[in-house]
């Protein structure tokens, strides 16, 4: 493969476009009255994950043609994707098909760059509010608000008041309720999708725990936005989540801002 730099301008203008693209195609459709389908592991999937991640993966195909894609609607139906190599994008085009579904507008449009097990570079785009948050290992993470980049940094969750974002429509509520129990006067807030891990980038929420089913496209461009700022996605145990792994499961994990 020839010598590539996931910090050129090219990288950085073409993610950012692609995000930008998806996320007007999913809201032209979001404007409809779309269908929703199941797929084989019961989960929702509409005309919008579809078109959105047609996008997005034929842009990173033409983008970086040596670097395979891993895209959750092909892999639904069935693609194997060789990511022997040690590198690879990971996109999920609409998370949070709940919440679209349901006219909520926290839904949102990821890619991620894996090399060598770890997210090196996240985009993550809101469509419904026009924001988007990019993440580079190199400490850099940003948020666009009203086509402005402000730097972003995650804050160190203080002894007491700590705010917890959990997921609305996954994972396992007891154990985030256990987890919460042990925070003096914490403070729980909802909300859907990998906005989460941005939140906890932006200095706005503190720790968010997952108890239950994941996948890597689910979690590894928040995850890089996180890491740029300063947070960490890590197991119970205190390991960092790890990407590459056999059907692209996750364990459990807590992100949670400055150490």
């Not at 797929?39 to 994950?49: F, G, I, L, M, Y």
């Not at 891993?70 to 190599?85: D, F, L, M, Y």
């Not at 997921?167 to 129990?181: A, P, T």
Request: net charge negative; hydrophobic share 40%; with cysteine.
């Amino acid at each position: 493969m020839p010598a590539f730099n996931h910090t050129s301008d090219e990288i950085f203008q073409t993610t950012i476009r692609l995000v930008d693209e998806a996320g007007i195609k999913i809201m032209e459709i979001y404007q409809t009255e779309f269908s929703v389908q199941n797929k084989k592991d019961n989960s929702p999937v509409t005309a919008a994950d579809q078109k959105a991640e047609k996008i997005i993966v034929d842009g990173l195909r033409e983008l970086t043609p040596d670097i395979p894609v891993v895209a959750e609607e092909e892999i639904s139906q069935g693609a194997r994707v060789n990511i022997s190599g040690n590198i690879f994008w990971l996109v999920d085009a609409l998370d949070g098909t709940r919440e679209f579904i349901n006219k909520r507008e926290e839904f949102t449009v990821n890619i991620a760059l894996v090399s060598e097990e770890t997210p090196i570079l996240g985009v993550v785009g809101v469509p419904a509010k026009e924001d988007l948050y990019y993440g580079l290992n190199a400490g850099k993470a940003f948020v666009r608000k009203n086509g402005v980049f402000h730097q972003i940094k995650a804050r160190k969750p203080p002894a007491e008041g700590a705010i917890m974002i959990a997921s609305r429509s996954h994972g396992d509520k007891k154990e985030v309720q256990k987890l919460l129990d042990t925070m003096p006067n914490a403070e729980l807030k909802i909300a859907g999708s990998s906005l989460k891990f941005c939140l906890i980038a932006e200095g706005k929420a503190d720790i968010y725990p997952r108890f239950g089913h994941t996948r890597e496209w689910d979690t590894a461009a928040g995850d890089a936005i996180l890491r740029a700022a300063g947070g960490s996605v890590r197991t119970p145990n205190g390991l960092p989540i790890i990407y590459g792994k056999e059907h692209f499961l996750n364990d459990d994990f807590i992100a949670r801002g400055c150490e």
